[in-house]
Every structure is written in C-alpha cells, then in structure tokens.
Antibody
Framework: QVQLQESGPGLVKPSETLSLTCTVS????????WSWIRQPAGKGLEWIGR???????DYSPSLKSRMSMSLDTSKNHFSLNLTSVTAADTAVYYC??????????????WGQGILVTVSS | DIQMTQSPPSLSASVGDRVTITCRAS??????LNWYQQKPGKVPKLLIF???SLQGGVPSRLSGSGSGTDFTLTISRLQPEDFAVYYC?????????FGQGTKVEMK
C-alpha cells in the first residue's frame, strides 16, 4: 500500500522560505512523477508542480520563479522549497503521486496534507 | 495554460437524485480528464480517470463521460456519502489545472 506523508514547519515568517518534505512508503521514488498541490482554506486545489527521478520538473508558471523541487531516491522522499513567502502562500500543502494509467495520468495517492501558515 | 471551468459552482440535491456536474476545458484535451471528490477536512480522492474510467473501489453509480472540451460527472442515485466537493483536473499538458470545484449539498 502506497502512503505519502508530508512534513515540515507549520509556521513560516513572511519573506522566508517554506520547505516541505514528502516521505513515500510502499513505492519507489525512482518511478512515477511526484507532485505538490496546495489548497488555501475554503478554496480550491492549486497544482504547484511535479518531478521525475531524472530531474525533470514542471512548475506552475505563477510560482516558478520562487520554487524548486528535489528528490532523494536514497531516502525515498521528495521536497518542495518556496522562497519569499507571503500570506497568500498560507494553505494546506499536499504531496501526491501522478500515475500513468490508461494512456493518461492521474493523482492516485495523496498525503494527508500539512497546514502551512505564513505569519510573523 | 488550459483553463478548466466547472458548473454549477454548487447544487442542492436529495438522496436518490440524479446529479450532473459539467467541466469544460479552454482547449481540447482529448480524454485527459480526471475527477476527484473531497469531503470536509479530508484528502481529495481520485474517482474517475481518463474521463470515464472508474478508480478501484468507486461505486458504479458514479460515471464520467466526454472528450475534447466538454465533460460530465454523473451520480445516478445520490447517496449520503456523496455530499462533497468535486473537482475536475486536466492532465493533457502542464501546468496541470483543476476546475474551481462543485459543492454538492443536501437539499
């Protein structure tokens, strides 16, 4: 059974860097695309980006200048860094696996989510 | 970016009703369309992938259809556990994009 678990600080100060890690169990990070999605309170889902083990990344254009993703296959986890955060970055952050299925791709396994609040 | 527009934003329905949610893409996405369900305080759950394929464990009263730019999610006979927010998502290209969600509420 594949499981994902986000970890990181729940409170980040404005202008600082948000750093989150997603630990994967039951699957190898050598395969699949690994994704981040966020959801501000009471709002919809926003796709942040995804990464493959080759180092290939795709980022949201609105966040691209401030974000980076990395993957550590030896620890079987992947990470998100988002710099220069503001209150607008306050959200529940989810990690998820993007699975290739029936000629398309879908987010089939999600972490429980971690609430990150940007506040001084 | 491909914009995904869901309608309606919310709807009220009763147990046993037939419910239809629409998702429209700003350009053709073939069948690269997924549907997710999210209950309050819970993690989004994949319901349907490739526009019409049911994820394992999802009840058959849910179905998806469409191709190109117009897609629908149908719940044939609404059950109490179906009251939730539903999101469509395109995986035709990056950035992946979600619809704004449709909240299915109890009438």
């Amino acid at each position: 059974q594949v499981q994902l678990q986000e970890s990181g600080p729940g409170l980040v100060k404005p202008s600082e860097t948000l750093s989150l890690t997603c630990t994967v169990s039951g699957a190898s990070t050598n395969f699949f695309y690994w994704s981040w999605i966020r959801q501000p309170a009471g709002k919809g889902l926003e796709w942040i980006g995804r990464m493959y083990n080759t180092g290939s990344t795709d980022y949201s254009p609105s966040l691209k200048s401030r974000m980076s993703m990395s993957l550590d296959t030896s620890k079987n986890h992947f990470s998100l860094n988002l710099t220069s955060v503001t209150a607008a970055d306050t959200a529940v952050y989810y990690c998820a696996r993007e699975l290739a299925v029936s000629g398309t791709r879908a987010l089939d396994v999600w972490g429980q989510g971690i609430l990150v609040t940007v506040s001084s | 970016d491909i914009q995904m527009t869901q309608s309606p934003p919310s709807l009220s329905a009763s147990v046993g009703d037939r419910v239809t949610i629409t998702c429209r893409a700003s350009q053709g996405i073939s069948s690269h369309l997924n549907w997710y369900q999210q209950k309050p305080g819970k993690v989004p759950k994949l319901l349907i992938f490739a526009a019409s394929s049911l994820q394992g464990g999802v009840p058959s009263r849910l179905s998806g259809s469409g191709s190109g730019t117009d897609f629908t999610l149908t719940i044939s006979r609404l059950q109490p556990e179906d009251f939730a927010v539903y999101y469509c998502q395109q995986t035709y290209s990056t950035p992946r994009t979600f619809g704004q969600g449709t909240k299915v509420e109890m009438k």
